[in-house]
């Protein structure tokens, strides 16, 4: 077995690998307990800068920050080998698992936030997280994080752990993506019908394209899609014929083909793991869950769900489009927000700008009932 080859999370334990373990942190260096950074509003911090080939294996980091919805206002981007657009580029915590600005404890495989009540800054607004997706890297890696609100990061903590190796990387690995992408709202496909109250199996219209779902991923390369963060804001629900915004059918349609996809899901909790709406509300598991839960009746509100393909990546060739309906045959028109994951070879397609912070802070802070002012 070489460095690179893929191991069991457990059986590969005992296979004593030769590597060098290595850590960039925040640790205070004149010796004393200031172990963090801080960045002014506007500027950017270099979490890691790594020469060589190696692997990042997992990255601790925690915030605190003063300006309303900031954890959609910091960005975090990763690039690769000397590349100059990004790989990685998303909202801090929604590439942690959570979206709509706020953080929530949950425990799945690849990431978590570990939060509560009791200390930390006011408010649902500061976690622990994790992230324990493996970055390699042939030639070196820059981690970085954007403050793009108008106050400082008070304190930054930070590990970034990896392990550098003198071996070569070998041609069928991958490098680390992950992207943020937002609709709000998505646009409503109406489906004229004469019965008031529907059931969920006989609403009204057809989606035979697939033209109008939201837009998870699009990617051009050879590569494996590896799961995605779904953030709703269900908030248009009393003008929606069925309020439960999970009929929406998953569709990832592999190397340019048309309708029918190769993957054709039957409903949004579904895909995510689950069945019946979600009837456990928030949850976590290793692979799927639902990391924010609405505490409002009949579905209203917000969610963020979770879905990793761990043991079942989704692979392609040329091209990757990973797409949902938002309500059955597009009915609904609510505010979605993703974080896709995903291996690929570079280079890859250009990576977008995110929209302007004004455009993706989430639409209703704090009234959704998350958390007592």
């Not at 601790?60 to 960005?75: A, M």
């Not at 799961?227 to 629900?237: E, K, M, R």
């Not at 869950?289 to 609405?294: N, P, T, V």
Request: charged share 20%; proline share 8%; aromatic share 12%.
């Amino acid at each position: 077995m070489t460095f690179w080859q893929a191991s069991s999370p457990l059986g590969g334990l005992p296979k004593i690998k030769s590597a060098r373990s290595r850590r960039e942190s925040s640790w205070d260096r004149t010796g004393g307990n200031r172990d963090f950074a801080v960045v002014p509003a506007g500027e950017t911090h270099v979490l890691a800068d790594l020469t060589g080939a190696g692997i990042i294996t997992h990255i601790w980091l925690t915030t605190r920050c003063y300006s309303e919805r900031y954890l959609r206002k910091l960005v975090l981007e990763m690039y690769w080998d000397g590349e100059n657009t990004p790989s990685v580029r998303s909202p801090l915590g929604d590439f942690f698992g959570v979206g709509h600005a706020v953080s929530s404890h949950f425990v799945a495989l690849p990431i978590s936030q570990v939060t509560g009540p009791r200390r930390g800054p006011k408010g649902p607004f500061a976690a622990a997280m994790n992230c324990y997706f493996p970055m390699p890297f042939a030639t070196g890696a820059r981690i970085v994080i954007r403050n793009e609100s108008d106050q400082p990061i008070e304190n930054l903590f930070y590990y970034v752990d990896y392990d550098l190796t003198d071996e070569s990387v070998p041609d069928d690995i991958g490098r680390f993506h992950a992207l943020y992408r937002q609709e709000k709202p998505t646009q409503k496909v109406v489906h004229p019908t004469t019965e008031e109250k529907p059931a969920p199996w006989d609403l009204p219209g057809v989606n035979l394209t697939g033209e109008d779902n939201y837009v998870i991923l699009e990617a051009e390369g050879t590569g494996h899609y590896v799961g995605c963060v779904l953030s709703i804001d269900n908030f248009d629900a009393s003008n929606q014929m069925f309020t439960w915004p999970g009929e929406g059918d998953d569709m990832i349609f592999i190397d340019g083909e048309v309708w029918p996809p190769s993957l054709h899901g039957t409903g949004t909790e579904d895909y995510f793991g689950a069945a019946w709406g979600f009837p456990s509300g928030a949850y976590a598991g290793p692979y799927h869950g639902i990391s924010l839960a609405s505490s409002a009746q009949e579905h209203f509100g917000l969610w963020s769900l979770y879905r990793f393909h761990i043991e079942d990546p989704v692979r392609f060739s040329k091209s990757i489009r990973v797409t949902i309906e938002h309500g059955h045959a597009n009915d609904q028109g609510n505010d979605y927000s993703s974080v896709a994951y995903w291996y690929q070879h570079l280079p890859h397609r250009p990576t977008p700008e995110l929209p302007p912070v004004e455009q993706r802070l989430p639409r209703r802070w704090p009234e959704h009932g998350l958390w007592d002012e």
